[in-house]
């Protein structure tokens, strides 16, 4: 790693820089280098002389780095710095249904990609492409769908039309809608807040949002609830043990009082947290976890694979875990979201108070209270009709056509109220759409069942206390096609067509911003602020574009 001599910065300037992040507000050495890690990246600094009062500034960062002033090296620079982390994404492509007459996933209720796109194209314009999970874009938003009846945990709604940027397509939109409940009537919550306060928590987009997230929560609990917190930054602390939710005032000032300070290694914070949640633990009721972080997860766990068999363990003992990610440069998004998911838990990404208000009040119930879990999506296509497919997102969702009928195999959580939205490109057998397929020696003679359905949407589901699944079908044939685009599918499309253009997909074809805002011209979206809010941004994608 080249070194950037002290030439290329005043002594002075570098003296100043250290003497003010060993200040850390009044912080420790360990503090102060927290801060550092907050606004730069901690993978290059090393040791030198400074001619001047300090001369001898070293300590030890997490990364088992060391920072004595006179070499500084290039990614120290705040222009370069970024130390945020996500999955490489494998857009999926079209299928033969000759080949693959079954597509199967799991359900995804998190939002988390939409509000961090959101952040980045509010602050810079540029958006990371691997950051752009679709699916989590098209959830973020509420969509107008029937309402379950009787004793079914969500109902199934469809729309078929024609997509607008592929002439050769349909456009398929499966949605689910999870049962409200009643927050007076809703179970016991016992809570245990897992806070990440490490040094690089020191800023206004991070603890202090943080902190007024979790006291919003707080101000929603009642008597029969319980509240415990833990803190980790050098090591683990019990902050607040099992206080009942209408001791508001307890709460908030253990939650206010809290300060950034500290490396992030070795606590066993974690596991503090799930001892808590069983001591505590409400038969029938709601018991969670809930990390919070900057992507700082060095929780007392160092290996991951152990990490997420404690997850998973917890979770069969009913312990479940959510996980919330605050501000910018050190976002770890592939590990927060594989965290919740194997907590049967969601992820989201917190970048505003009305961004926490949206997760943490408006929609409580679907972010705390589960209504189904383990539900799994099977899609079986008729080869009468249809040629090929495309499921837009849910790419790290997707399952093997056997784990549909598996119940030891885990699959995504409906929380109340929640809705999930999942959308197909459809060829049909007339389509010019080219769709790659392989000839089957054995099944080139096959017989087709006489029906008029398009295709059949198989859904298998748990009830939260459940160990064993239900089957829940719904048909589609040519009747539920309009050439008019219905207005759930409508909206849900742009979002999705927006996605692709931000991802460079290469099955946008004929998607644009200006066809987006074509679409969106003609919905009625001022009602809804968050709907609204995302016409504003792509407008300015455009502009920037």
Known sequence: M?????RLLSVSMVAVMIILGLAGCGKSKSDSHENVRGNYTAQSVT?????????????????????????????????????????????????????????TFSVDVDTASYSNVRRMITSTGEVVPDAVRIEEMINYFKYDYEKPTGDLPFSV?????????????KLLLIGLQARDI?????????????????????????????????????????????????????????VLQGARGDETMKIVSALEDLMAGGSTAGAAG????????????????????????????????????????????KRKNGVYLSVLGFGTGNIK????????????????????????????????????????????????????????????????????????????KDAGEIGAGHRVTALYEIA??????????SDLKYQSEQRLIDSNEWLTINIRYKEPDQDRSQLLSVPVDESNYSSVMPENLSFASSVAAFGMILRDSKWKKDTSYDMILGILDNLELSADEYKDEFVSLVKKMKRVG
């Open 2 to 6: 080249r070194k950037i001599v002290a």
């Open 47 to 103: 040791k030198g002389e400074v001619d001047g009062s300090i001369s001898n500034a070293s300590y030890d960062m997490d990364a088992g780095l060391e920072m004595t002033g006179l070499y500084v090296e290039e990614e120290l620079l705040p222009e370069q710095f970024n130390a945020e982390e996500y999955n490489a994404i494998t857009e999926n492509n079209f299928k033969s249904v000759k080949n693959y007459p079954m597509s």
């Open 157 to 169: 709604n469809t729309e078929l039309s024609d997509c607008p940027w592929n002439k050769d397509a």
């Open 182 to 238: 009643d927050l007076d009537d809703r179970p016991s919550s016992n809570l245990v807040f897992l806070l990440d306060v490490s040094g690089s928590m020191n800023s206004p987009n991070k603890l202090p949002l943080m902190q007024k997230a979790f006291i919003m929560l707080t101000e929603n609990l009642n008597e029969n609830d319980r509240i415990s917190i833990v803190t980790y930054a050098g090591d683990e602390r019990v």
């Open 270 to 313: 974690i596991q503090r947290a799930y001892d808590l949640a069983e001591e505590y633990f409400i038969e029938g009721g709601n018991n969670r976890v809930i990390l919070a972080t900057d992507g700082d997860l060095n929780v007392g766990i160092t290996s991951e694979g152990e990490l997420t068999r404690l997850i998973e363990n």
């Open 333 to 408: 998004d592939n590990k927060m979201e594989a965290l919740a998911d194997n907590g049967n838990g969601n992820y989201s990404y917190i970048d505003s108070v009305l961004e926490a208000k949206k997760v943490l009040v408006d929609e409580m119930g679907g972010t705390l209270f589960t209504v189904a879990k383990d539900v799994k999506l099977q899609v079986e296509f008729n080869p009468a009709y249809i040629k090929g497919y495309r499921l837009i997102g849910y790419e790290n969702r997707l399952l093997n056509t056997e784990d549909f009928d598996d119940d030891t």
């Open 428 to 437: 049909l057998l007339t389509s010019e759409q080219e769709i790659p397929e």
